[in-house]
């Protein structure tokens, strides 16, 4: 479903696994800091409304949406998450740095999600201006990093119940 015919925030906490056993590591861009720190809470508020512990939340900031996919492997690597929930920011400028910063990290999300065991989450807005960025993070069309984090705990859950 297009995400401007749905509220990203909109879910239903009943049907959510439990995050209480839970570790999850969090990669948010400096770049567009207005937008990713909005993300950053919303992801991180689900994760503690769903029973994740603070201290089984690993927050670290990098550069921009480009350094996203470097950070979140080695995080995976070293810290042994439940789930890498990746948030970011690219809106679209004068030049094709745009395309080539959006197909880069998807690229490199995918090939994460495919070579390690963790469910590595695409929570990076991809917009034409910084108003549909900020309807995206908290505003009338919700916020995708709640989204990423829900996704995240039931990718985890699904992950845990066929490997663990």
Not at 12 to 30: H, Q, R
Not at 34 to 60: C, F, M, N, Q, R
Not at 116 to 128: A, D, E, S, V
Request: proline residues 4%; charged residues 25%; positive net charge.
């Amino acid at each position: 479903m297009a995400s401007n015919l749905k509220n990203l925030s909109e879910y239903d906490p009943s049907t959510l696994p439990s995050g209480k056993a839970m570790k999850f590591v969090i990669i948010v861009s400096e770049w567009n800091k207005e937008i990713t720190e909005s993300l950053l809470k919303g992801a991180y508020d689900v994760l503690v409304k769903s029973g994740t512990t603070p201290d089984h939340i690993i927050v670290e900031h990098v550069p921009g949406s480009f350094e996203i996919t470097y950070a979140a492997k080695l995080l995976a690597e070293k810290m042994k998450p439940d789930a890498v929930i990746c948030l970011g920011c690219v809106i679209q400028g004068e030049t094709r740095h745009f395309d080539f910063i959006c197909q880069s990290v998807t690229q490199s999300l995918t090939e994460l999600n495919l070579r390690y065991n963790i469910p590595f989450i695409f929570g990076i807005l991809t917009t034409n201006n910084i108003e549909q960025a900020r309807e995206r993070a908290g505003g009338k069309k919700g916020n995708k990093g709640i989204e990423a984090a829900v996704t995240a705990i039931k990718m985890a859950s699904i992950r845990k119940k066929i490997i663990d």
